[in-house]
């Protein structure tokens, strides 16, 4: 069974300040997705990576398999992005995804 | 930009009674799933769906639980005997299939069993 933990649980910045999310898990995967997950409980998906590195927008994302271990960084961080962001496993061979519990990220203006 | 869409936004029942959660699904995708999260826990796995039929399930998907897609677009998670407990946000997600695609969420039904 996947552990996946996530750090931290509740993060408040200045805007404009780099923001840093961190995700390990305790099993190899085949793929992590990083989600957010806005007031009203809807879901988005924002990146699935199996290695190295993705970039979109101020958003970038990064895996080290070997580690075990992502990040999920926001550049010149915006009140917007205030959410929670949720990291999820794909374990090999199944359909599974197994979630952290989530990074409760507050911008301040 | 296609997206899952999700119906009703927020189902109130009692308990016992039968609840139908809908979803739609991106239409060319050819996995579905749903997922459950408890207010303040983590999201959860429910189901997967490929196929017409179910691929995997938790533990939690118990005979309480079916899932169908009855006419090609719609794909449907019925609660049967619903129980306090039951009360959450649902889920339901779709990906294409092809190698390993990203899974699209939808906004999610919440459910509030009384």
């Known amino acids: 069974k996947n552990e996946v933990e996530q750090s931290p649980q509740n993060l408040t910045a200045q805007e404009g300040e780099f923001i840093t999310i961190n995700c390990s898990y305790s099993?190899?995967?085949?793929?992590l997705h990083w989600l957010q997950q806005h007031p009203g409980g809807g879901i988005v998906s924002l990146f699935m990576?199996?290695?190295g590195k993705k970039k979109h927008g101020r958003l970038i994302a990064t895996i080290n398999i070997q580690e075990k271990h992502s990040s999920l960084h926001i550049t010149a961080s915006h009140p917007r992005d205030s959410a929670v962001y949720i990291c999820?496993?794909?374990?090999?061979?199944?359909?599974?995804?197994?979630f952290g519990t989530g990074t409760r990220l507050t911008i301040i203006p | 930009e296609p997206e899952v869409t999700q119906t009703p936004s927020h189902q109130v029942t009692q308990m016992g009674q039968e609840v139908i959660l809908r979803c739609v699904p991106i239409?060319?995708?050819?996995?579905f799933y749903w997922y459950r999260q408890i207010l303040g826990q983590k999201v959860e796995f429910l189901v997967s769906?490929?196929?017409?039929?179910?691929?995997?399930k938790s533990e939690i998907f118990d005979d309480q639980f079916s899932v169908e897609r009855p006419d090609g677009s719609n794909f449907t998670l019925k609660i049967r005997s619903t129980k306090l407990e039951d009360s959450a946000m649902y889920f339901c997600?779709?990906?294409?299939?092809?190698?390993?695609?990203?899974?699209?969420f939808g906004p999610g039904t919440r459910l509030t069993v009384t």
């Open positions: 997600a779709s990906r294409a299939g092809t190698g390993r695609s990203e899974q699209y």
């Open positions: 099993v190899g995967i085949s793929a």
């Open positions: 990576l199996s290695s």
């Open positions: 999820a496993a794909l374990n090999f061979g199944n359909e599974k995804l197994t």
């Open positions: 239409s060319n995708h050819l996995y």
């Open positions: 769906f490929y196929n017409n039929e179910i691929s995997e």
